[in-house]
């Protein structure tokens, strides 16, 4: 079972599933924010990246790319009946606010989410796949939970000079999505693209995830470009 980075005596919880590479990194910066905003941050373990977090199969990305095993329906069912229950008895917590934050292929399982749970009332999105094949045509014919409260999407502004085809659609499909989900939801979209490349730098994007998300006024940030709902 996962267990809470940084602990705060507070209902609000934000469950991450980041990239292997950047875990330890982000140490100082998540008891920062989870203290600034007072959210428990738990950062969700033993995650099979290709496979769990990807909705249905699809060919790798790149020369002799394993291909990806589409098991996102049953990872969410795992995540949604033992790993949020339990992590949220050993908070203390009867009634959370909770929000789901991923980060590339975990940003794609986020956002597929909003279509698939009514668990997570907060979607945050950094550099999240949406060149995922026939994912926004997906989008376009679903229905999304009713509870979903703020979505917040942030994409680097290089994202799209992908030399990988699919990859090089990111900056288009994101905006598609993030449209979709204005038109089918009462929730709060926020779509900004910002300087850097894929999910870098992180710690800048965290950040303004949690102000857009938790936000406490004051940051003063000024993105390329915004799409508000």
């Not at 399982?109 to 995922?132: E, H, K, M, Q, R």
């Not at 680097?156 to 990859?167: L, P, T, Y």
């Amino acid at each position: 079972m996962p267990l809470p980075i940084f602990k705060q005596f507070t209902c609000k919880v934000c469950y991450m599933i980041l990239p292997e590479g950047i875990k330890e990194d982000l140490n100082d910066g998540l008891k920062l924010l989870s203290e600034k905003y007072s959210v428990s941050i738990v950062v969700i373990e033993a995650v099979n990246w290709n496979d769990d977090l990807t909705p249905w199969p699809a060919e790798g990305v790149f020369k002799k790319a394993k291909p990806f095993g589409g098991r996102a329906m049953a990872y969410l069912n795992k995540l949604t009946n033992k790993i949020v229950p339990e992590t949220e008895k050993s908070l203390e917590i009867e009634k959370a606010e909770r929000t789901i934050l991923g980060v590339s292929l975990s940003g794609l399982f986020a956002v597929w989410s909003a279509f698939n749970t009514d668990v997570f009332p907060n979607i945050i999105s950094i550099s999240g796949s949406l060149w995922y094949d026939d994912i926004v045509e997906w989008m376009k014919e679903q229905t999304s939970s009713p509870q979903l409260e703020k979505v917040c999407m942030l994409l680097g502004d290089k994202e799209k000079n992908s030399k990988e085809k699919r990859m090089a659609t990111v900056e288009e499909r994101t905006l598609a999505a993030a449209h979709i989900l204005k038109e089918k939801t009462c929730a709060s979209v926020t779509f900004e693209l910002v300087e850097g490349t894929h999910f870098s730098p992180i710690m800048p994007r965290l950040e303004r995830a949690f102000e857009v998300v938790y936000g406490l006024g004051g940051f003063h940030h000024i993105p390329i470009g915004v799409l508000v709902s």
